[in-house]
């Protein structure tokens, strides 16, 4: 996957594990027993990282959403992860080695200790083993694109792999759903990065499947919005001065949180619709109001807070001004951090790469930026 300075894109029965056309309780996803045993073995997956269209800024207990949120799965941003399993002789305590592009990774074990907290009653073999978990990105960790989604997505499917491994039986569907469910409980949106080309995660009244637990992919989308473009300008790949947990920490209290979840939930009722009939337009006016929205919402709490940099406005500015005078369907996005992932439909990516090369990539730091597209989900590697 290529981050280049001034780069050329291209582009038993057990009905337990039965799914259900309602959305799946917490309980479901409990394993009351397993047919099989494994000793030892491994497993290995990627999954993507993945950019929300209507976002998920806020959050209750149990990392259930404040408000339901919609994404784009990416296809190159990925993370890929190994995870090697070994019986060991008690179930005393979590036992893991990290590491990270081969080399040990001692930061990462209270975030993965507090993972493995968070899923024990739904995974109850986790103290059975010894796990090494050795994962790399396919972007530079100091790209400033956060890694926890595909991350989580990677390390979830990989444990439901073993999950596959001591019951058979269970379907691809549990199997995609419970994997969804488990990354939602390693960092919210990485629900969102297990299957699908576009996923809604958060309970919505327009969609009957929908739940806080797991993402669930939108069914079809209108031939407009497929192979969707993102091309990722690395504006600023340092450290975000406020993590997204406490951004969404800020919601709890915030004087404009109630509006900004009623919002979301009409925003995706529209974006459904949208997305389904090819409505460029409509697309443009409900991501680009999404981006700055979840910005405003950070401005607007105590503490208030900006992670745009001077360059992202310049850059959002040079993008209105370009749709302007051509009529390109080009749009904007902002997660939470500095840099833009620019949308625009494949029909227009030679035009619209020419636009990005000439006139953004100046505001890159290091003229830096990531050719990325709509991709599909978690893949097994083996
Ligand atoms: C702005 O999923 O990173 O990207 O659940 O605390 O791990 P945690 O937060 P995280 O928040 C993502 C926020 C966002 C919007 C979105 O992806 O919907």
Not at 256 to 263: D, I, L, S
Request: charged share 20%; glycine share 6%.
């Amino acid at each position: 996957m290529a981050v280049k300075q001034m780069l050329i894109c291209h582009k038993r029965k057990t009905p337990i594990f039965a799914i259900k056309s309602n959305p799946m309780t917490e309980k479901e996803f409990i394993p009351s027993h397993y047919t099989q045993t494994a000793d030892n073995g491994s497993f290995e997956w990627s999954a993507p990282s993945n950019i929300a269209l209507v976002k998920y800024w806020g959050k209750k207990e149990n990392q259930v959403p404040a408000n339901p949120s919609i994404s784009f799965t990416l296809k190159d941003c990925k993370t890929i992860t190994k995870l090697a399993f070994e019986r060991k002789a008690n179930n005393d305590a979590f036992s893991f080695d990290l590491l990270f592009e081969g080399q040990p990774k001692e930061s990462f074990h209270p975030k993965i200790g507090k993972f493995f907290e968070r899923i024990e009653a739904y995974l109850p073999f986790l103290r059975d083993y010894h796990f090494t978990i050795d994962t790399q990105n396919t972007f530079p960790h100091s790209s400033g694109i956060a890694s926890s989604a595909s991350g989580m997505a990677a390390l979830a499917v990989n444990l439901m792999s073993l999950e596959k491994a001591l019951n058979p039986s269970i379907t691809d569907e549990y199997f995609y759903q419970k994997a969804s469910f488990l990354a939602r409980l390693g960092s919210g949106s990485a629900c969102r990065s297990v299957k699908g080309s576009v996923v809604i995660w958060g309970g919505h009244a327009g969609t009957p499947d929908s739940s806080d637990l797991y993402g669930i992919p939108f069914g079809e989308v209108h031939e407009t919005f497929r192979n969707y473009q993102d091309t990722i300008l690395l504006v600023d790949r340092g450290e975000k001065q406020v993590s997204s947990t406490i951004g969404h920490e800020l919601m709890h209290g915030h004087p404009f949180a109630q509006q900004r979840f009623a919002q979301a939930h009409e925003n995706l009722t529209a974006i459904k619709n949208i997305l389904a009939m090819g409505d460029l337009d409509g697309f443009i006016k409900i991501v680009e109001s999404e981006a700055l929205t979840l910005h405003s919402m950070m401005m607007t709490s105590q503490p208030y807070f900006i992670l745009m940099k001077p360059n992202t406005l310049e850059i959002i500015n040079r993008i209105w001004k370009f749709r302007a005078e051509t009529g390109t369907p080009i749009c904007f996005t902002l997660d939470a951090g500095a840099n833009v992932h620019v949308l625009y439909p494949e029909n227009v990516a030679v035009k619209v790469f020419e636009f990005i090369k000439n006139e953004l990539v100046g505001y890159c730091q290091n003229s830096q930026y990531i050719c990325d597209a709509i991709g599909a989900g978690a893949e097994s590697i083996g």
